[in-house]
């Protein structure tokens, strides 16, 4: 099989899947808990974030590696931090992150098939995916 996805092509993909879902998933989520300090919260978000990112970025570039969400922890505390660090981010993603983009999509195809239910819908697209 040929590769036609070139780095260019996977970086705009990467930014498309990020700004969509922040913009139509959790932005009608976030507006339903701080109504209009919700951009208020983002930027207060965006503050730690921006000053972690920075460090991942600084730290991959420099010591570039495999696995660098692993070994980076690894090297700054421990092996059993890493390991226990990482296991920590994707009990945090099955219980949140997967679920939340299930319902979005089920949501998404409720407005092309009215009558489904987006509950069982998002169930099935879990399990699928």
Known sequence: MKKSLRFWD???????????AGIFVYMPIAYKSAGIGT???????F?????IMINVMLLGSTLP?????????AFLFSPKVA??????????AFVGLFP????ALAS????I?????VVPVALIILTFF
């Not at 996977?10 to 969509?20: D, Y």
């Not at 296991?87 to 945090?92: H, S």
């Not at 939340?100 to 319902?103: E, I, M, Q, V």
């Not at 998404?108 to 407005?111: E, P, S």
């Open 47 to 51: 503050l730690p974030m921006a000053i």
């Open 39 to 45: 951009i208020v919260a983002f930027i207060f978000a």
């Open 108 to 111: 998404y195809m409720k407005g």
């Open 113 to 117: 098939w009215n009558g489904i239910s």
């Open 10 to 20: 996977l970086v705009a993909l990467e930014v498309g899947m990020t700004i969509g």
């Open 83 to 92: 390991f226990l660090g990482l296991w920590a981010y994707l009990f945090g």
């Open 65 to 73: 590696t495999t696995g660098g969400t692993f070994k980076y922890g």
């Open 100 to 103: 939340l983009n299930a319902l």
